[in-house]
């Protein structure tokens, strides 16, 4: 059974652009966590999706915002990037207590 | 809101040897515990968890202990070997569907 799946790898934007990351779940999982997880740092919680809607989200700004589509996959978008975006983005997917995590995107602002 | 700490930050042991790892959270509403391991330039894969109605889990070499009392659960390693090395989490959420709240991380050494 596949993973969870992520695109791209890696990303490389200026100040200001606009990045979208991408997730697919693992066939079966409805929910869709986004972290963030800044060089040395721990795991910051993003947003959470679950049936194409937005239930909870963390203490970021609404620059960071996101999609759920009705096949589950996922889309994260920053707006008007900063040079402290840059990190490793994480995706998990799930249908019950356990999150499993992608690969992650590498998202560098310059 | 929740709370997670995590100790030690770093911990290197002889291959062969115990680690353990300590977290506490601070929410008593927190039912569910995993921990995460991180290799490099990979993320975090899930390799054990416990639920707040069990006191001890075990998996082979791996096994967690929580004290709900206390509000903190331990991940313990035994019989360390080099593939360990990595970065630990520990998480806690308070139901399903809920953003796990992480620890910083552990990085394990396991010297050979």
């Known amino acids: 059974e596949a993973g969870v799946t992520q695109s791209p790898t890696h990303l490389i934007k200026t100040r200001g652009q606009q990045a979208t990351l991408r997730c697919s779940p693992i066939?079966?999982?409805?929910?869709v966590y986004w972290y963030q997880q800044a060089l040395g740092l721990g795991l910051q919680f993003l947003l959470w999706?679950?049936?194409?809607?937005?239930?909870n989200r963390g203490n970021f700004p609404p620059r960071f915002s996101g999609r759920q589509f009705p096949n589950y996959s996922s889309e994260l978008n920053v707006n008007a990037l900063e040079l402290e975006d840059s990190a490793l983005y994480l995706c998990a997917s799930s249908w019950s207590d356990e999150q499993f995590f992608g690969p992650g995107t590498r998202l560098t602002v310059l | 809101g929740e709370n997670v700490e995590q100790h030690p930050s770093t911990l290197s042991v002889q291959e062969g040897d115990s680690a353990v790892i300590k977290c506490t959270y601070s929410d008593s509403a927190s039912n569910y515990f995993p921990w995460y391991k991180q290799e490099l330039g990979k993320g975090p894969q899930l390799i054990i968890d416990?639920?707040?109605?069990?006191g001890e889990k075990k998996d082979q070499r791996i096994a967690v202990t929580l004290n709900k009392t206390a509000k903190h659960f331990s991940l313990h390693i035994t019989e360390t070997q080099p593939e360990d090395s990595a970065v630990y989490f520990c998480a806690a959420s308070i139901s399903y569907g809920q953003n796990f709240v992480f620890g910083p991380g552990t990085r394990l050494s396991v010297l050979p």
């Open positions: 416990i639920r707040s109605n069990v």
């Open positions: 999706y679950d049936e194409g809607e937005e239930r």
């Open positions: 066939s079966g999982h409805t929910s």
